[in-house]
């Protein structure tokens, strides 16, 4: 599935988002691979297939083969911490004082820039919900490469879940 074959799968009554996600396929506040990547990762923590698939054949040749690796790798690890450190920041106690003893080399040496995992890890982040780790993030980001950044990111993030929420719900009641 294309993106536009995606776009005409958005109810009239989320055009709003069509529109959104045109616009945001086309910002230039972050690099080539660094929106492509975004992208990606956002589909794949919105866990759904189809928007997951027409995401990646837009975005997919966008990025070299370790880039692809590195995005679905950014999504995979945040799917875990995400999870993980939610439960740490809502339980409180001593928690936050635990190793988490759990693997996740991926984040030390992710096979692109530092940065760019770093705003995959935010966008995965924003659509899990996780305080702790789109604070942590959030911070690394803007100081690399800005507030704008930041924001596109978030933009992208909060779209991409969006469009499958709105395509999830119009199958559903057959919209």
């Known amino acids: 599935m294309s993106l536009d074959a995606l776009k005409d799968r958005i109810p009239d009554y989320a055009k709003d988002l069509r529109l959104n996600l045109s616009s945001l396929a086309n910002d230039i506040a972050l690099t080539q691979q660094q929106l492509a990547g975004t992208f990606i990762v956002s589909a794949i923590a919105s866990r759904n297939d189809d928007v997951t698939k027409a995401i990646v ?9 370790q880039a692809l690796s590195a995005a679905k790798s950014a999504a995979a690890i945040m799917g875990m911490n995400n999870i993980y450190y939610r439960f740490v920041h809502m339980a409180g106690g001593d928690y936050a004082k635990m190793p988490a003893q759990l693997r996740m080399s991926v984040i030390g040496r992710p096979g692109v820039e530092k940065v760019d995992f770093e705003l995959w ?3 995965v982040s924003v659509i899990n919900g996780c305080d702790l780790c789109v604070t942590s993030h959030e911070k690394i980001v803007r100081e690399a490469l800005g ?8 933009r ?7 469009v499958a929420v709105a395509v999830e719900g119009a199958a559903a009641l057959g919209d």
């Open 57 to 65: 054949a837009e975005f997919g040749g966008k990025l070299s083969p």
């Open 121 to 123: 890890s935010l966008a």
């Open 147 to 154: 507030a704008e950044a930041v924001q596109t990111a978030a």
């Open 156 to 162: 992208i993030a909060a779209t991409v879940h969006a």
